[in-house]
């Protein structure tokens, strides 16, 4: 699961080389992504996963395995 989400995150912000992407990588930080790119990566695993992420949730996320965590405990 963890390969699919990075392949979203890498997709959605022009990311060609996935494999700098980890568990420990943070979407603002480290990846530079904007809210509006958050917001989009958020959507996008929504639609993938086929679950809803809520605001408040998605502002708790650190890095990666933060978001990959949450998928897992609520899909």
């Known amino acids: 699961m963890f390969e699919k989400v990075r392949e979203i995150i ?3 912000l022009g990311i060609d080389n996935v494999e700098t992407i980890t ?5 603002i930080n480290d990846l530079e992504a904007d809210s509006l790119d958050a917001v989009e990566i ?4 929504e639609d993938e996963f086929d679950i809803e992420i809520p ?3 998605a502002e708790n996320f650190k890095n990666i395995g933060d978001i990959c965590d949450y998928i897992e ?3």
Do not use: P
């Not at 568990?23 to 979407?27: C, D, M, Y």
């Open 10 to 12: 890498a997709d959605q």
């Open 23 to 27: 568990k420990e990588t943070s979407l």
């Open 42 to 45: 958020m959507m996008a695993l």
């Open 55 to 57: 605001d408040e949730e």
């Open 73 to 75: 405990n609520n899909k």
